[in-house]
């Protein structure tokens, strides 16, 4: 009887020992599943919060007026206005507008503006194909956080044909504006050259 003891405990005891190897494993591998997802999401979550603070600490804005960057009557002759002073590193100071106005009073407006060198400057603002603008704002909406940037304005320019756009340089501001004639909508962003 004893034979038959030993060799019935140690079958016993070599599937007892399987079954528990066999939980070990599986809990051992859903504990690093676990692990990795969780490791995953922390590193995205990290990721997008140091974009966003990146995107915020390069993209210093303040609200601005248009007649603070274009004096005279400019103040006059546009409504519903919304501005901003931004300064990117390794790049010059600008200014992005969005307003209502006539074009055809906006644009003289822009060309009597002072310039500091008339020899670097337009006379009179010309008319541009607006895709390279419309790539730009693309490309760049593409690595910017969610909600920073209203890509309703792109899907806007993108599919209406009317949409007319601008450059104009007096120096050292150098504009480039895109008019919306269904609205009377001008977005503008000036660089400042120094």
């Known amino acids: ?9 140690t079958a016993f005891l070599l599937v007892s ?6 939980k070990i494993d599986q809990t051992v591998q859903k504990t690093t599943e676990t692990v990795q997802q969780k ?14 603070e990146s995107i ?27 501005g901003k002073k ?20 906006v644009l003289p407006f822009l060309e009597g503006q002072p310039t500091s060198d008339e020899s670097k400057s337009d006379k009179t603002a010309r008319k541009i194909d607006g895709q390279n603008i419309i790539d730009k704002i693309s ?12 890509t309703s304005i792109l899907e806007d320019i993108k599919s209406d ?14 504009s480039t504006i ?7 909508t001008i977005i503008q962003y000036v660089e400042v050259n120094k």
């Open 1 to 9: 009887m004893k034979k038959y003891i030993l060799p019935v405990v």
């Open 86 to 105: 931004i300064k990117i590193p390794g790049r010059s100071e600008g200014y992005i507008f969005k307003y209502k106005a006539d074009i055809a009073v």
């Open 39 to 52: 490791t995953q999401q922390v590193v995205e979550e990290t990721v997008k919060k140091t974009v966003n």
């Open 161 to 174: 044909k009317n949409i007319q756009y601008y450059k104009l340089k007096r120096f050292p501001n150098s």
């Open 178 to 184: 895109i008019y919306n004639p269904k609205n009377q």
């Open 17 to 22: 020992c399987n079954k528990i190897e066999e």
């Open 139 to 150: 490309l760049l909406s593409k690595f910017l956080p969610d909600n920073t940037f209203d």
């Open 56 to 82: 915020n600490s390069l993209t210093n804005s303040e609200d601005v007026k248009f007649n603070t960057v274009f004096p005279g009557t400019g103040a006059s002759i546009v409504s519903e206005e919304k």
